[in-house]
T-cell receptor, first 112, second 114 residues
Framework: AQKITQTQPGMFVQEKEAVTLDCTYD???????LFWYKQPSSGEMIFLIY??????QNATEGRYSLNFQKARKSANLVISASQLGDSAMYFC?????????FGKGTMLLVSP | NAGVTQTPKFRVLKTGQSMTLLCAQD?????MYWYRQDPGMGLRLIHY???????AKGEVPDGYNVSRLKKQNFLLGLESAAPSQTSVYFC?????????????FGPGTRLTVL
């Protein structure tokens, strides 16, 4: 069974600073994908970034990058130049053959 | 383009009542999913479908049934609601399997069972 661990229940960061949200996973599948989703207070789930297990380079999408360390089974999300609108819940998820397994999430608060 | 829509947005039930949540997607996606989200638990998969006419159990299927009679619709049924089913329910769809394809989520349905 897949397991996703997000060890930080909450994180605080000042506007314009960078922040790293941790995610570790546990799988025996040779091929898998890793996702990060954002859930603002309005409740919708917003896709941020994807990393495939065979991708040679770390994924980037604008201010979001994924620090993928396969040997350590970690897929940390890095948000550069934080903005007030980044305050939200962030979920890491691992994709298996047909389904996603989500972590419990990290609440990020960005202060002015 | 509506994406993934869910009906209703809010619902209050009494214990023992039944209801059906409707999910519709207009992206011609093969795969559809139902999750529940509880405080501190993240999203947990209830049931999913890999195509029209198919369904499969997820992590927490007990007390729920699903049907996928049309490719664009995925219904989640509660036959006899219990307070433990108070939750926010999300539907999602993806072009193919979740392995490499992004899942796109609906806005959620907040269900309270008294």
């Amino acid at each position: 069974a897949q397991k996703i661990t997000q060890t930080q229940p909450g994180m605080f960061v000042q506007e314009k600073e960078a922040v790293t949200l941790d995610c570790t996973y546990d799988t025996s599948d040779p091929s898998y994908g890793l996702f990060w989703y954002k859930q603002p207070s309005s409740g919708e789930m917003i896709f941020l970034i994807y990393q495939g297990s065979y991708d040679q380079q770390n994924a980037t999408e604008g201010r979001y990058s994924l620090n993928f360390q396969k040997a350590r089974k970690s897929a940390n999300l890095v948000i550069s130049a934080s903005q007030l609108g980044d305050s939200a819940m962030y979920f890491c998820a691992q994709a298996g053959y047909s389904t996603l397994t989500f972590g419990k999430g990290t609440m990020l608060l960005v202060s002015p | 383009n509506a994406g993934v829509t869910q009906t209703p947005k809010f619902r209050v039930l009494k214990t023992g009542q039944s209801m059906t949540l409707l999910c519709a997607q207009d992206m011609n996606h093969e795969y559809m999913y139902w999750y529940r989200q509880d405080p501190g638990m993240g999203l947990r998969l209830i049931h999913y479908s890999v195509g029209e006419g198919t369904t499969a159990k997820g992590e927490v299927p007990d007390g729920y049934n699903v049907s996928r009679l049309k490719k664009q619709n995925f219904l989640l049924g509660l036959e006899s609601a219990a307070p433990s089913q108070t939750s926010v329910y999300f539907c999602a769809s993806s072009p193919q399997s979740g392995g490499a394809d992004t899942q796109y989520f609906g806005p959620g349905t907040r269900l309270t069972v008294l």
